[in-house]
């Protein structure tokens, strides 16, 4: 299951966000956000657990709860949009 973690801390660490989630299974990635620019959290990130039932224990147990100071918003992820205006070969 991949969930989709947001408003996280600037200052949190990819291992941080992995122990957090460890409480409720196991964990096979954590993927904090940054940016390309500035090599700065974005403020979100995934987490990917392989058993669906921990996934949704991890998703009840810490949405709206806080981590590291900010009241996190975590739930299982959506797939990516296609983006508009992409390159075109004709």
């Known amino acids: ?3 989709y973690v947001g408003n996280l801390p600037y200052r949190i660490s990819e291992d941080e966000l992995r122990d957090a989630f460890g409480a409720y299974g196991e964990v096979s990635r ?7 620019e500035t ?3 974005k403020g979100f990130g ?3 657990m392989p058993n669906d039932a921990e996934g949704n224990a991890a998703i009840e147990g810490l949405n709206e709860t806080e981590l590291a100071g900010r009241n996190v918003r975590v739930n299982e992820a959506r797939p990516r949009e296609p983006r508009p205006g992409g ?3 004709d």
Not at 30 to 36: F, G, K, L, Q, S
């Open 1 to 3: 299951m991949n969930i």
């Open 87 to 89: 390159f075109r070969r």
């Open 46 to 48: 995934f987490v990917e």
């Open 39 to 41: 090599g700065r959290s």
């Open 30 to 36: 954590a993927t904090i956000i940054m940016d390309r």
